[in-house]
């Protein structure tokens, strides 16, 4: 572990600054006051510019109350460091810490008070914000009296599972947003040293044992992707406790004020409203070294339960690391923040090296999308580097060693064309809807509607997102537009064939070699068919459907 500075707050209203290295600690103050500088009205400002103004974007005057906010952060995270550093013994440690050249660099808030971890830490400017300086500075949350964590030592390779989670009666947000940006970050600078997999269905008895599944592999890093909640006084507990049908229907949630939670699903695809402190417990003991949170309020904490946050919680319990967001945030964000995040990850780098990099990017690069006005489209432009927030109970060390891997070589996967140029817009919900479907019973689904609606662009799309994501190992896509034959099984049998690399002499022996691998099978244009040879096709896709 490199030079660490100690913010303790052994009160709300209290803090020492202890400068500690490897060895233990080398110096250290006697506690002084410390008063948070953000007043109700700096506090009203960042709510509206992180949450309101992203989402409403309506006038001139909003960008100008927008960029007069973002002018005073840096005066906010000024006052926030001379509320620690204002004494002369305080800043002596603070000057030794920032003399030091080795790479590594640590502030860790150690405390047991919500007004204190509420505090925009990341906000920590001295002539500059003190993440930007090189060697970086990593700022991270430590809860006080937390287990300690296992040992997070590097490793060759890692394992990644996504809990990607959108219940029915909950704000839809696009599940492939964050995923993408994600894979294509390994598939760059980590191919084959990093695996990914996917969690179906996203519920908790689902993670609970895949995580004790021992014959498949272990798991390093869990990244929820999903919605999260924090209940003030009680009231969304109790009214999931109430609720025997409809949005909420977890009847034992415990009415616990100050409480973090995560938006899993049930086996029906209800909201299971996961309490931050059976989380913890479910995940206590387990080898996973990071948890990504990357769900609204994830980290917002208040009342007088210092475990309120799920992040906390989890830290508390004895999880090494927890990255989460301190306030909900854009999914273009999330995309940019995760897709630099996991490249300096996969890099050999520390999780919080990582993380302040990531946040770089998006210091530097502020534009979060395009906004209509009227006729004419703006650029929304947000500085909202400082949301995600570090949590560590242990080192936070590198996950991934420096030794470079040796990639697997691209296997075929199937005969879909290349997604064009322009992507793929729009339709998200129903990508979702066929995944869901796939993944519990359905073994046959059906695209219907007029022409020209984009049934084939949109069955195209699921078989490349449900094959790159897991579900299915090959995707053979057989069109009859242009048919011209009287047999539409031979094609079907043919184009089977070779798909899945297998001599193919009828429909029997398709049913045969599809038994042994997962397979998308894209039946499109069948109103081209005439009655009869559709129906001898249709009886033979039930057959391939059963078979594995």
């Not at 440690?93 to 790479?103: A, C, I, V």
């Not at 490793?155 to 909950?170: E, I, Q, T």
């Not at 927030?389 to 290349?418: C, I, R």
Request: proline content about 6%.
């Amino acid at each position: 572990m490199a030079l660490e500075l100690s913010l303790r707050f052994a009160t709300a209203d209290q803090v020492s600054v202890h400068l500690v290295d490897p060895d233990g600690v080398l110096d250290e103050t006697t506690p002084q006051p410390f008063a948070g500088p953000l007043d109700e009205a700096a506090r009203k400002d960042l709510h509206w510019y992180l949450e309101v103004y992203p989402a409403a974007y309506m006038a001139d005057e909003d960008d100008q109350r927008a960029a007069g906010i973002a002018r005073k952060l840096d005066g906010w995270g000024e006052a926030l460091f001379q509320a620690v550093f204002a004494g002369g013994r305080a800043r002596d440690l603070m000057q030794r810490f920032r003399d030091t050249s080795e790479p590594g660099r640590l502030i860790t808030i150690s405390a047991s008070h919500p007004a204190v971890l509420a505090q925009p830490w990341e906000l920590l400017y001295d002539h500059t914000y003190l993440f930007l300086e090189k060697p970086r500075i990593s700022i991270r949350r430590r809860l006080a009296g937390a287990i300690r964590p296992h040992p997070v030592r590097p490793k060759d390779r890692l394992h990644l599972l996504f809990v990607v989670s959108r219940p029915d009666g909950v704000g839809f947000l696009d599940p492939r947003a964050d995923p993408q940006a994600v894979m294509d970050a390994i598939d760059t600078h980590a191919p084959g040293r990093i695996s990914v997999e996917f969690l179906r269905p996203a519920t908790l008895s689902a993670l609970v044992n895949r995580l004790e599944d021992e014959a498949q592999p272990a798991v390093d890093i869990i990244h929820f992707d999903g919605h999260g909640a924090y209940d003030a006084d009680g009231s969304l507990a109790e009214s999931a406790g109430r609720a025997h049908s409809g949005v909420f229907r977890d009847a034992a949630v415990a009415v616990e004020p100050h409480q973090g939670y995560l938006l899993f699903e049930t086996a029906d695809g209800k909201t299971d409203l996961v309490p931050a402190s059976r989380l913890g417990e479910v995940l206590h003991r387990q080898k996973v070294g990071l948890m990504v949170l990357s769900a609204c309020q994830s980290a917002m904490i208040g009342g007088e339960d210092p475990l309120g946050s799920v992040a906390a919680r989890l830290t508390q319990a004895g999880l090494p690391s927890v990255l989460a967001m301190t306030q909900s945030v854009l999914v273009a964000t999330t995309q940019a923040l995760f897709g630099d995040f996991y490249k300096y990850l996969a890099k050999g780098q520390p999780i919080g090296t990582a993380l302040d990099n990531a946040r770089r990017e998006l210091y530097l690069n502020p534009r979060r999308g395009e906004r209509q006005r009227g006729r004419k489209l703006h650029t929304l432009k947000l500085q909202d580097w400082f949301l995600p927030a570090l949590y560590q109970s242990g080192s936070g060390g590198a996950l991934l060693s420096t030794a470079e891997g040796t990639p697997e070589p691209a296997q075929p996967w199937g005969n879909l064309p290349d997604l064009p140029e322009a992507g793929f817009f729009g339709r998200t919900h129903e990508l979702w809807e066929i995944e869901r479907q796939f993944t519990g019973k359905a073994r046959r689904l059906v695209l219907h509607g007029f022409g020209g609606q984009g049934k084939t662009f949109l069955a195209q799309e699921a078989g490349r997102w449900l094959h790159r994501t897991g579900l299915f190992q090959l995707v053979c896509f057989v069109a009859y537009a242009s048919f011209q034959g009287i047999d539409p099984v031979s094609l079907a049998v043919s184009t089977l064939a070779t798909v899945l690399d297998h001599s193919l002499i009828d429909a029997v022996a398709a049913t045969t070699a599809l038994a042994g691998t997962p397979t998308l099978l894209i039946l499109d244009n069948l109103e081209s068919l005439s009655a009869e040879p559709l129906r001898e096709l249709l009886d033979a896709a039930v057959a391939w459907s059963k078979a594995g």
